[in-house]
């Protein structure tokens, strides 16, 4: 069960696929049409990736080691010492033992969509500074020519 669970979460996040793997690759963006940029930055709306689902495992995983740990704790007070037929004990370690690998992967998971998320903004932002850049100068529907990315007013 918590395989599957891995599995199906570690793929929820993907956006490789289609329009979206060009806007999130490494190299420059070219420039398009004022209603291509406009379709771009919709495409990277719909594909930005929630962080509920990590949080909720973090939480849920710390949830449950705290509460076994206190569990564990309080079977070492009340017996003085480790008992492997405690009723106790054996709920503080499942609990443990459920609550640890939770915490572990709903970290990893939201590291990976923390990443995500800023890649998907950094070309939002980029996007969004061509766009005002056409629309100031009053390019409408068609393709602007290349403009250096670097010039002398920058320095």
Not at 63 to 92: E, K
Not at 116 to 122: D, G, K, L
Request: aromatic fraction near 4%; proline fraction near 5%.
């Amino acid at each position: 069960m918590l395989a599957l669970t891995v599995v199906l979460l570690s793929i929820s996040g993907d956006v490789s696929e289609g329009r979206s793997a060009r806007l999130l690759d490494d190299a420059p963006l070219e420039r398009t049409s004022v209603p291509q940029l406009q379709a771009d930055l919709a495409a990277l709306k719909r594909i930005r990736v929630s962080l509920a689902g990590p949080v909720v495992m973090i939480s849920v995983g710390l949830g449950f080691s705290l509460f076994g740990g206190m569990l564990i704790a309080l079977d070492t007070v009340l017996i003085g010492g480790f008992s492997a037929m405690s009723p106790i004990l054996v709920m503080g370690i499942v609990g443990v033992a459920v609550g640890t690998p939770l915490l572990v992967l709903g970290a990893w998971l939201l590291w990976q969509r923390l990443d995500e998320r800023s890649r998907i903004e950094a070309t939002s932002r980029e996007l969004r500074l061509q766009l005002n850049e056409q629309q100031r100068g009053g390019l409408r529907g068609e393709a602007p020519l290349r403009v250096p990315s670097v010039t002398l007013a920058r320095f």
